[in-house]
């Protein structure tokens, strides 16, 4: 292209992936349960149908918070906080502020 332009791909939206860093809810022993994916309904999904060790006896599990990231590494970095000392305790507030029409919207990707 002429003059250092970018020619915009139409399919770039469509084809970008997103990361989400989301905490799920053991129905067993009302404890948390914090992770990160690129397939959000995938992931709740395999949780539920007992596929992850670290998860499976305390199944059936519901979304009750969720984050989007563009970049990878931001959503690793931001679900090793949440698992940490400082971002443990956190965790309740997250869940307990976060907007019931995001969760709805969110929960919409699983089902």
């Known amino acids: 292209m002429q003059g250092g332009g970018y020619r915009f ?14 905490i799920i809810q053991s129905s067993v022993d009302k404890n948390y349960y ?9 992931r ?3 949780h539920n149908s007992g596929y992850s060790k670290a998860t499976k006896k305390r199944k059936p599990f519901t979304l009750v918070y ?6 990878k590494n931001e959503a ?8 940490s000392k400082i971002g443990g305790p956190i965790k309740k507030g997250l ?3 976060f907007p ?12």
């Open 9 to 22: 791909d139409p399919g770039y939206l469509q084809n970008m992936r997103m990361y989400f860093v989301y």
């Open 34 to 42: 914090t992770g990160y994916t690129s397939d959000l309904k995938r």
């Open 44 to 46: 709740i999904e395999r």
């Open 66 to 71: 969720c984050e989007s990231y563009e970049n």
């Open 76 to 83: 690793i970095k931001r679900e090793y906080f949440l698992k």
């Open 95 to 97: 869940v307990e502020s």
């Open 100 to 111: 019931r029409e995001e969760l709805e919207k969110n929960l919409k990707l699983v089902r």
